[in-house]
């Protein structure tokens, strides 16, 4: 956009006189990009997170909350690294608590977006939040649900735990049977490897469960982490899981 040599005057005159960019954009009706050129100021590009490769507990949920329900897209075009993290409408509280951690751990602002009447998006266009994932985790992105393993070798007992939470908020399922006066915990996954992991995780910290397998004939073989009964409240109370909070069930 090109603007007289009066107005050009006049931004520069204002921002002598100690006028913010954005009462002179409001004021002339401007767009930013045109009071930067005029008043002599270059751009400055966003600076890139800072991300803390520590494997911590918030790590590790910020991982399995990525290792549930999260997705990747690059559009070479464009040059966009596009991670997503995916929600069913009914899953908006966590949803608002995934956005505030996901923004407190990157350093970022997030936009948590409805795509429809069920799904709600938080979407990222970071290069080193994309690449931040391989870090932790072998993958292959068009095929993510399936092929997704935890890099034991990064993993402390701290980021372990953080993990479980995380990907239990994703792809588990916590109910209460009252008739038992019991609560039914247990994680899915067509990850074989994962569900391996998963179950090497609980071991580690006493928590009793069995792995089921159900084959399909169309569809992807579902593995199922089920946690027993005597072992439900320890699982509550060492992981915290985020549904467990929602519903109050702990010891």
């Not at 991670?83 to 995934?98: D, L, P, R, S």
């Not at 019991?182 to 995780?201: C, G, N, P, W």
Request: with cysteine; glycine share 6%; charged share 25%.
């Amino acid at each position: 956009m090109t603007v007289s040599q009066e107005i050009r005057m006049m931004i520069k005159d204002a921002l002598s006189k100690g006028s913010s960019r954005n009462q002179i954009i409001r004021e002339f009706h401007l767009a930013k990009n045109t009071v930067l050129k005029y008043a002599g100021i270059k751009s400055v590009p966003p600076l890139p997170p800072k991300i803390d490769f520590t494997p911590t507990e918030v790590c590790g949920e910020v991982v399995g909350i990525f290792a549930g329900d999260g997705s990747q897209y690059y559009e070479p075009k464009s040059g966009h690294y596009e991670t997503n993290i995916h929600f069913g409408k009914v899953n908006e509280q966590y949803a608002y608590y995934v956005k505030e951690a996901y923004e407190k751990f990157f350093q970022k602002r997030f936009r948590l977006k409805q795509e429809s009447l069920t799904k709600l998006r938080i979407r990222m266009y970071h290069r080193e939040i994309f690449y931040f994932f391989d870090a932790f985790l072998d993958y292959e992105r068009p095929s993510k649900h399936d092929t997704v393993r935890v890099k034991e070798d990064k993993t402390t007992p701290e980021f372990k735990i953080g993990f479980l939470r995380g990907m239990f908020d994703t792809d588990g399922c916590l109910f209460c049977v009252p008739h038992e006066k019991r609560v039914r915990l247990f994680y899915t996954t067509t990850s074989k490897e994962l569900a391996s992991q998963i179950s090497i995780f609980l071991t580690e910290l006493g928590i009793e469960h069995r792995v089921y397998t159900r084959l399909r004939k169309v569809w992807k073989t579902i593995y199922t982490v089920n946690i027993w009964k005597s072992s439900a409240y320890r699982f509550i109370n060492k992981v915290k899981p985020f549904k467990a909070q929602i519903l109050g069930a702990g010891s």
